[in-house]
């Protein structure tokens, strides 16, 4: 079984930055994308960074030249800085990721608060 661990999130002043990490264990799986998603209270779920194994990136207009996803394959790791944080970032962040096979895993979520 695989289990993704979220950490990073915090409480941060608007303009500052947080890095969160995804870190991936258990049994061995075949990643294929990666994704980080984010809800906020009362709100849709919102799909915020995404990277395909060849290493191409999508972001959501509303963090893109903010927010920057990456992964560390030796560590088994996905991160997602954010900079430049904005009080309309606060929600609950999940690294979500895709195997070959089209199967779903999710991390349990680490909240981001912006204050103003």
């Known amino acids: 079984q695989v289990q993704l661990v979220e950490s990073g999130g915090g409480l941060v002043t608007a303009g500052g930055s947080l890095r969160l990490s995804c870190a991936a264990s258990g049994a061995p799986f075949s990643p294929n994308t990666f994704h980080w998603y984010r809800q906020a209270p009362g709100e849709r779920r919102e799909l915020v960074a995404s990277?395909?194994?060849?290493?191409?990136?999508g972001y959501a207009d509303s963090v893109k030249g903010r927010f920057t996803i990456s992964g560390d394959n030796a560590k088994n790791t996905l991160y997602l800085q954010m900079s430049s944080l904005k009080p309309e970032d606060t929600a609950v962040y999940s690294c979500?990721?895709?195997?070959?096979?089209?199967?779903?895993?999710w991390g349990q979520g680490t909240q981001v608060t912006v204050s103003s």
């Open positions: 990277l395909t194994s060849g290493g191409s990136t």
């Open positions: 979500n990721i895709v195997d070959i096979w089209g199967r779903y895993y």
